[in-house]
């Protein structure tokens, strides 16, 4: 058996607001394994991009264990951390944001060579970030110039040079190409796909797109409100849905066959997503599911393993297995 990666291991990260406690993530567990992509996918606020900052420390978590090559990170000192976070790095959800207006290409993309003393000389810094550029179908005169002078796919293949640059094993995806036009989309996944392929590199993919989840993905989490509601091999997840939450995402995946498409039951979900301040006991997904039972309004339902290789938090999930 592979050892993973990473492994999360019920992973907390509350904020506190006001006379309240905001459980962004609560309880998240899930192991990634060398070379492969894990899917995160959910609605808006579930708190997916939290896991992703949580994982690598740019949030102080909570509560519970991330190991990363056999060490649990969550308790490395800051001077530890510094060395180890050369292993891990992300790439930001808007490249409009996350690139500084007033640094040219070159100096964005050697801050990380820079920071950790990789290169003695400018010379050879210089070298290496041509290299990285090119290596995300960039060139050589895009250097010396500014973010603004670039599209959006390009500014994201900045982004993706830059976190390529201290050769990490595992990069956080953070909804990589949610603000990139149609067409540009899939060029940054193929992108993403070659790269991974070349250096062995190890994803967490976070996306709303859940066709282009199932295309990139291994394994898919699915999250609803802090928690994970359903995990599964990225074909059996969309072939074979168990909860009820992932089947009505995936029941609003147009299919491009009319025929197919006015045959199919969209599932509707009733009511908005509740507040993740001081949620209630029980099942969080409970008031909007049309199979909830008593039960799901006392007790929160055990992340467990359904069928191999499935997991699910449901009450009744046996009952909806194929």
Same mark, same amino acid.
């Given at each position: ?6 492994? +999360? &291991? ?13 459980? +962004? ?15 995160? /996918? ?10 992703? &900052?949580?994982? !690598? ?47 040219? /290409? ?21 070298? &290496? ?30 982004? !993706? ?6 050769? =990490?094993?595992?990069?956080? #995806?953070?909804? =990589? ?36 989840? &199932?295309y990139i993905s291994d394994r898919v989490g699915v999250m609803y409100l802090g928690q994970m509601m359903e995990l599964a091999k990225s074909e059996e997840l969309y072939i074979n849905p168990i909860h009820p939450y992932t089947m009505a995402l995936l029941s609003a995946i147009p299919i491009p066959d009319p025929d197919i498409q006015r045959g199919r039951k969209r599932i509707v979900l009733e009511g908005d997503v509740p507040s ?6 029980? #099942? ?11 039960? #799901?309004?006392? !007790? ?11 997991? !699910?938090? #449901? ?8």
């Amino acid at each position: 058996m592979v050892e993973p990666l990473i492994s +999360a &291991r019920n992973i907390k990260k509350y904020f506190n607001v006001g006379k309240g406690k905001l459980k +962004a993530v609560d309880g998240i567990s899930f192991d990634i394994y060398p070379g492969e992509t894990f899917g995160l /996918v959910g609605e808006s606020g579930c708190g997916k991009s939290t896991v992703g &900052r949580t994982i !690598i420390r740019l949030y102080e978590p909570t509560d519970g264990e991330l190991i990363f090559d056999g060490k649990n990170i969550y308790e490395l000192s800051h001077s530890e951390m510094r060395e180890k976070r050369r292993d891990f790095q992300m790439i930001f959800q808007d490249p409009y944001a996350s690139l500084n207006p007033r640094m040219t /290409v070159e100096e964005i993309v050697g801050e990380p060579l820079e920071i950790h003393h990789i290169y003695k000389s400018y010379k050879e810094r210089s070298n &290496r970030v041509i290299q990285l550029l090119k290596l995300v179908g960039l060139n050589e005169e895009h250097a010396l110039r500014f973010p603004h002078e670039f599209s959006g796919g390009q500014r994201q293949r900045i982004g !993706i040079a830059r976190a390529l640059a201290l050769n =990490p094993k595992f990069i956080v #995806c953070d909804e =990589p190409i949610s603000a990139l036009d149609v067409s540009i989309q899939a060029q940054v996944v193929n992108l993403l796909k070659e790269l991974q392929k070349k250096f062995g590199l190890t994803y967490l993919f976070i996306a709303h797109d859940l066709s282009m989840v &199932r295309y990139i993905s291994d394994r898919v989490g699915v999250m609803y409100l802090g928690q994970m509601m359903e995990l599964a091999k990225s074909e059996e997840l969309y072939i074979n849905p168990i909860h009820p939450y992932t089947m009505a995402l995936l029941s609003a995946i147009p299919i491009p066959d009319p025929d197919i498409q006015r045959g199919r039951k969209r599932i509707v979900l009733e009511g908005d997503v509740p507040s993740p301040i001081n949620p209630k006991e029980g #099942c969080r997904f409970v008031d909007r599911c049309s199979h909830a039972i008593p039960k #799901c309004n006392e !007790i929160t339902p055990t992340f467990e393993e359904i069928k191999k290789d499935h997991f !699910i938090a #449901c009450h009744r999930g046996k009952e909806f297995v194929k």
